[in-house]
């Protein structure tokens, strides 16, 4: 079992990941946070691009799961001395390891790194692909914020397209290059939010009338009827054209300040995958203000992703339970 | 040389189709009509039941050599035309040098003089096909070069096209163009549309292409010169080559076979092998393609054919070098598409003719068009008749076969019709009076 896609979900898996989670969260809280689930198992971090929050959130999940835990960076590595990626996978393949937690700066890496290894795969960002589990962690920061089951009484019953059900996201920005907006359209439909994309149409992909989604590109027209502003970072680093004239037309016409803050409403909420940069798609005091879940988000991604290495644990076999 | 009588096949000439056995004697058709007697010494070819037409011709080809030899050379490239039914191959000059003066043609002649089948030279338009300055297209013409092409990226400069196209005028050369606007399509993959944002994986927009190939059209229009559309990918293209022969543009175009029959729906697993410049496009596309070879929109059906090894496809999609294998599936593909609307395992794609309407389109598109295309009409190409030079194929329509990658004679696997069934098959092949496939298998 591999985690490449939101695809890859059903409707008990993220169930079972809810559930998961709470008790992750639980186990955080305490003295020693840590649990015997995956020991003897091996994950490797395997990153051919830069990351924060997302190898360290594995890395820290491994080990309090009781996993080994080994990391892998394009820049060190034998890459440097020309060897393709074919032969880097082989190689940690023949050191064995369990998981492979992959990071690309293209599109489809995972999928093709999943025929080439006898390890479950977990995608961790393909280029403009996906980043599941990144989506995993924005849904239970949303399911615990606007749904709030308990683990007592999780219910099994009511359908997963119920969890978000009615919930207005707004999802602004650079949606074109956004891997994390591809598997959050995918997954916050799943669980029954309506998704309205906003921001330049120079950075709204061509062609998604099969999405299902909303298309403004006025954010001030929307910004009253949302529950959640999920922002995105311009993603400079995937082109080198001219989508928007400045940084400052950006901010003015979609970034977030306090003035659209108000008219979102005390009741909405601020979500951001980070890195955020301040001043383009959100004021300092925007990032910082009560309304703003970024660092929910930040504080769930280590119980999530126990979650998620627990889960494939027990779908690939042999995880303690 | 030995002599050969082709005993029982149906003889395609366009859509004249006649019963004859065709007896071959010194690299020439000598004598076709009802059961001709069978000489002493003469090897005897059984084609009951199967059609027998002049060789196929392909004006696309990548050979790879010189620079690329681990993808494919010119005699690997060879045999697996001849496997195909090719008995004339056009080898694209996208090489490393690049064949753009009359030593490199030379070159390549004498390598080709070694070949299974007629191999014909495209020059580069372009100094080394930077697209810079012209080439020596008159010295590579003296050199028998015939038709001109930077194939792999367009001549993005709109006066030096112009300038390539007046002076081709002076020797009825033929410009041939890879119609890409390079500001629009690099950085691209995969076809701009439902997949590419989808999977989000930087795309070529079909307007990369239509808006060069209009272009050329005018500067064409201005000139009076041959222009030569390779590889059309959509169906604003095929607008404008009707547009362009409204305006009496001496235009040409050829469509692949993975056009017609594959879309960006087989792009959607991010199969190595179904990358490709063009990118394959729409359903839509394909399908009208398909209309544009019936109604002769279409001059002429080219493979494209561009092997490449398989450190080449082992990459993430994006990495990936562009390009697939076609010599040896095109005539299977195109006579399967032509006669059931489809492959099996495919989406339909046009009403299916009768056989007969079938073979003499494939005679058409693939052999004569595409020869006097090449300039090569009096060696390839037919009419089969006495005189003529024998480069002759025998396919049999009825024979079903499954192409499987690992049979094919290419030097490089990245087929993307691995694993389907097709109908009609490659039986003989003679080129220069020489058989040179027998019972499908080279000898």
């Known amino acids: 079992m591999n985690l490449i896609s939101v695809d890859d979900l059903t409707n008990e898996m993220y169930l079972e990941l809810f559930g998961l989670t709470e008790m992750f969260i639980e186990v955080s809280t305490r003295p020693i946070p840590k649990v015997p689930t995956l020991r003897g198992k091996t994950l490797a971090t395997v990153f051919f691009e830069n990351s924060t929050r997302t190898r360290l959130s594995f890395e820290t999940a491994a080990k309090r799961l009781s996993a080994d835990s080994l990391s892998f960076s394009a820049s060190t590595s034998s890459l440097s001395k020309g060897e393709s990626l074919f032969d880097t996978i082989n190689t940690l393949d023949a050191i064995g390891v369990d998981f492979l937690v992959v990071r690309h700066s293209r599109a489809g890496t995972a999928s093709m790194v999943a025929n080439w290894t006898q390890a479950a795969v977990i995608n961790a960002g393909d280029g403009c692909g996906e980043h599941p589990t990144q989506s995993l962690i924005d849904c239970a920061t949303l399911v615990r914020r606007f749904a709030k089951p308990d683990l007592e009484s999780l219910d099994r019953s009511k359908t997963i397209n119920k969890y978000l059900s009615g919930l207005k996201i707004a999802i602004v920005g650079d949606v074109l290059h956004s891997r994390v907006a591809r598997s959050n359209i995918k997954a916050f439909t799943n669980l029954g939010a309506k998704v309205t994309l906003v921001g330049p149409p120079t950075l709204i992909p061509d062609n998604i009338e099969s999405w299902p989604v909303d298309v403004c590109y006025d954010l001030d027209q929307v910004i009253s009827e949302m529950d959640v502003i999920y922002l995105l970072r311009m993603q400079n680093e995937r082109f080198d054209e001219s989508m928007v004239p400045s940084t400052l037309e950006y901010s003015k016409n979609w970034g977030l300040d306090m003035a659209r803050l108000k008219r979102l409403g005390p009741d909405g909420v601020i979500m951001h995958p980070g890195p955020i940069n301040r001043g383009v798609e959100l004021t300092s005091e925007v990032a910082d203000s009560t309304q703003s879940l970024i660092l929910d988000q930040v504080r769930h991604s280590v119980p999530v992703r126990m979650a998620i290495l627990a889960m494939l644990a027990n779908l690939i076999g042999g995880g303690h339970e | ?443």
């Not at chain 2, 119609?179 to 795309?203: F, K, M, P, R, Y």
């Open chain 2, 1 to 443: 040389m030995s002599n050969l009588l082709i005993k029982g096949g149906t003889v395609v000439n366009g859509s004249d189709l006649v019963v004859a056995d065709v007896l071959i004697e010194d690299g020439q058709v000598i004598e076709l009509g009802p059961q001709l007697g069978q000489p002493g010494g003469c090897e005897s070819l059984d084609a009951t039941g199967c059609y027998v037409m002049s060789g196929l011709v392909d004006l696309h080809c990548h050979m790879r050599e010189p620079g690329f030899e681990e993808s494919e050379t010119i005699e690997t490239a060879a045999r697996a035309g001849a496997r195909g039914g090719y008995t004339c191959l056009v080898a694209m000059p996208n090489t490393v040098p690049a064949i753009d003066s009359p030593q490199m043609v030379e070159m390549i002649r004498q390598k080709a003089d070694r070949a299974v089948v007629d191999v014909q030279v495209a020059g580069a338009i372009t100094q080394g096909r930077k697209g810079e300055c012209l080439a020596e297209i008159y010295e590579m013409a003296k050199a028998g070069v015939r038709i001109f092409t930077d194939d792999g990226a367009g001549v993005q400069d709109s006066r030096l096209m112009l300038n390539a196209l007046r002076y081709s005028v002076v020797g009825d050369l033929v410009m041939a163009q890879h119609c890409e606007e390079a500001s629009l399509a690099t950085g691209g993959h995969i076809n701009d549309g439902v997949i590419s944002s989808q999977l989000g994986i930087s795309s070529i927009p079909r307007e990369a292409e239509e808006t060069m190939a209009y272009r050329d059209v005018l500067l064409a229009k201005k000139t009076g010169a041959r222009l030569h559309l390779l590889h059309v990918s959509t169906s604003n293209t095929l607008d404008i080559v009707r547009q362009a022969r409204a305006w009496g543009v001496k235009v040409t175009c050829e469509v692949t076979p993975h056009h017609l029959l594959l879309s960006e729906d087989d792009v959607v697993t991010l199969n190595p092998d179904m990358k490709v410049n063009p990118p394959l496009r729409t359903l839509d596309d394909c399908r009208k393609l398909a209309l544009g070879l019936l109604d002769g929109t279409i001059d002429a059906v080219a493979t494209d054919h561009a092997p490449h090894h398989i450190d080449n496809k082992t990459q993430p999609f994006e990495d990936c070098a562009f390009g697939m294998t076609g010599l040896e599936t095109a005539f299977g593909v195109i006579f399967t598409l032509l006669t059931r609307g489809t492959v099996s395992g495919k989406s339909k794609i046009l009403e299916p003719i009768n056989e007969r309407e079938a073979i003499g389109l494939v005679h058409t598109t693939m052999s004569m068009n595409p020869a006097k295309i090449a300039g090569v009409s009096n060696q390839q190409g037919g009419p089969l008749r006495c005189g003529a030079l024998a480069n002759v194929l025998v396919v049999d329509p009825r024979a079903s076969w499954v192409v499987d990658r690992t049979k094919l004679s290419s030097k490089s696997k990245n087929t993307p019709f691995d694993r389907l069934e097709l109908f009609g098959k490659v039986i003989h092949t003679i080129s220069k009076g020489r058989l040179v496939v027998k019972d499908g298998e080279l000898l």
